[in-house]
């Protein structure tokens, strides 16, 4: 019981990662039907920078230790934004009318040139997160034991994910760019700025994926430029579960990949959670093709 | 002399090599229905399109009072006073009804609660199913939505096109009379139809389009006189 309890924990931890990356892939699909593969690059690129804002604010020696933190967090989500603003500029909207196998090769060269550009500003060794950035207190309740840095994690995805549920589901904007992933041209007629929403789009998959970059940072510790292949393929595999464009889904298929490959590691081994993952995925894509939450293509047109 | 709202000045648009509107001229004057007639493929949708924005043209001008759409981006357009209710009712399948009429009000600051009550007193079935998905709305039921989110912008100029395709002939009268109830609250309206009878019946005046140009013109009463009208669209033999 004690296993499984524990297990559960580090699964909602991982899995707290893989939704947010996998938000970030979910949303520009839902409006674009692009797969952004340089999303999981930005979530690598925002925990360098991230580690980059707080050795620089710790050497200031200004600002007490919870407002570097709260810093770090809110200067890497404007570079993240600013740079999947960039991306979105440079590398998808001039092949917004282009078939969209130009678009894939784009992604992906996107994608190589933020990787390759971590490599060669911080190098190809792995780099360490310190490990004092939050408090090292942790609480032990029914045999289960939980960090700080746990905790924190948990709490704010948590709170993220409410957040990003009420704008979209209850705000103006949130319901232009629901409109925008159902039909670009009548969300036009309609007075939506759809490139507006585009980058809103962007933004927001940038911030809680910047999140997501600086938690592994926390708590895994060890980064390294090719980190977003590993995360963002966890997290793609995620959306695709939960039904990719869908965002309850991709918040449902993060925890749910979270837990299982916690559980994996737990109960078989760690080095088969992978394998695992594949076998799930392909499981739930037998009995819904569309993913947990998709909605059956087929009613669109 | 009538006042004109929309000016179309020999107005081409191609898709890629394809020519869809061959140089086409009409007006529209304020307060008026005005028909485009014309059969599958004439061009009566591009010309729609071209109006809201969705389609820029190869060359032309498209004045509504006295500013050129044809330059402007399809979303400023809406904001300009025209909205457009797109071939197919098109509504947003997976938002609900009152989520589609309130999107139509996107360019407005706020929802206003006069055009709201007159939209459901005009269409009473969308305020009983407005907590239901769009997509499960009957084909009458939609093209009523899609209407109704048109006009929630608050248009001077609306473009319907083929509000009767696909629905039930009760249901056809029933949203002709609401065109009609809309054209006299004060908003000009285009109307493309294929049912040409019913469409020259409620309209001021009308064109007939062949093949991505104008090949008649005349006010409504003309039209339906018109032999080669009567021939081509209303069915009748020579
Ligand atoms: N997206 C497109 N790409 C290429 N050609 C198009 C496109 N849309 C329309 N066309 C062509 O342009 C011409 C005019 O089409 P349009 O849809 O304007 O006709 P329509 O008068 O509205 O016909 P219908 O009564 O069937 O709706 C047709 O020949 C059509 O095949
Ligand atoms: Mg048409």
Same mark, same amino acid.
């Given at each position: 019981m004690d296993i499984f309890l524990q297990q559960v924990v580090n699964g909602l931890i991982i899995g707290s990662i893989y939704a947010l990356v996998a938000l970030g892939y979910t949303m520009v699909y839902g409006v674009m039907k692009l797969i952004n593969f340089a999303h999981g690059d930005l979530v690598a690129l925002s925990a360098y920078i991230g580690?980059?804002?707080?050795?620089?604010?710790?050497?200031?020696?200004?600002?007490?230790?919870p407002l570097v933190v709260v810093s770090v967090f809110v200067l890497t989500a404007i570079v993240a934004a600013a740079v999947a603003l960039l991306v979105e500029r440079v590398a998808y909207r001039p092949l917004r009318n282009a078939p969209?196998? @130009?678009?894939?090769?784009?992604?992906?060269?996107? @994608?190589m040139m933020i990787q390759n550009g971590i490599m060669l500003i911080w190098g190809p060794n792995i780099t360490i997160f310190p490990s004092d950035i939050l408090p090292a207190v942790s609480w032990t309740i029914y045999g289960i034991t939980i960090t700080f840095v746990q905790a924190a994690m948990i709490i704010i995805t948590l709170v993220l994910m409410i957040s990003l549920?009420? &704008?979209?589901?209850?705000?103006?904007?949130?319901?232009?760019?629901?409109?925008s992933a159902i039909n670009q041209d009548v969300a036009k007629l309609m007075g939506i700025n759809v490139n507006m929403i585009i980058m809103i789009i962007f933004i927001v998959g940038a911030v809680l994926g910047s999140v997501g970059g600086l938690f592994i940072g926390m708590y895994y510790r060890g980064i390294s430029f090719n980190l977003g292949w590993v995360y963002g393929l966890n997290a793609f595999i995620a959306a695709i579960l939960g039904g990719i464009g869908n965002i309850p889904g991709s918040m449902?298929?993060?925890?749910?990949?979270?837990? &299982?490959?916690?559980?994996i590691a737990g109960y078989v081994s760690s080095s088969w959670a992978e394998a695992f993952t594949f076998i799930l995925l392909i499981l739930i894509l037998i009995v819904r093709p569309t993913g947990i939450l998709g909605e059956r293509v087929a009613e669109k047109v | 002399m009538a006042e004109k709202l929309l000016e179309v000045k020999d107005l081409f648009v191609n898709y890629g090599s394809i020519q869809a509107i061959k140089g086409i001229d009409f007006e529209v004057n304020k307060g008026e229905i005005v028909s485009i007639l014309g059969a599958n493929g004439a061009g009566k949708s591009t010309t729609l399109r071209t109006i809201s924005g969705l389609i820029k043209p190869k060359a032309g001008q498209i004045l509504y009072k006295d500013v050129d759409l044809a330059k402007m981006p399809a979303h400023k357009i809406v904001r300009e006073g025209v909205s457009h209710s797109p071939e197919g009712r098109q509504v947003f399948g997976t938002l609900t009804v009152e989520e589609n009429i309130r999107?139509?009000?996107?360019? %407005?600051?706020?929802?206003? %609660?006069?055009?709201?009550?007159?939209?459901?007193?005009?269409?009473?079935?969308?305020?009983?199913?407005r907590k239901q998905l769009a997509g499960t709305l009957s084909g009458g039921e939609q093209q009523m939505l899609a209407i109704s989110r048109a006009l929630m912008a608050k248009p001077q100029l609306l473009l319907l096109d083929e509000p009767s395709l696909g629905i039930a002939p009760i249901l056809v009268k029933m949203i002709f009379t609401a065109i009609k109830e809309i054209s006299k609250t004060g908003v000009t309206v285009l109307l493309v139809e294929q049912n040409a009878k019913a469409a020259l019946k409620l309209a001021d005046r009308g064109y007939v389009l062949d093949v991505g140009k104008v090949t008649i013109a005349g006010s409504a009463t003309d039209l339906l006189n018109d032999p080669k009208v009567q021939e081509a669209y209303l069915g009748k033999k020579k």
């Open positions: 580690l980059m804002f707080y050795t620089q604010l710790i050497g200031l020696g200004v600002l007490p230790q969209r196998l @130009s678009a894939v090769v784009s992604a992906l060269g996107a @994608s549920t009420l &704008f979209i589901n209850y705000t103006k904007m949130g319901t232009a760019i629901r409109a449902v298929g993060g925890y749910m990949l979270g837990l &299982f490959t916690a559980l | 999107i139509g009000a996107f360019v %407005k600051p706020s929802v206003d %609660k006069d055009t709201l009550d007159w939209i459901y007193n005009l269409f009473p079935r969308l305020l009983e199913r």
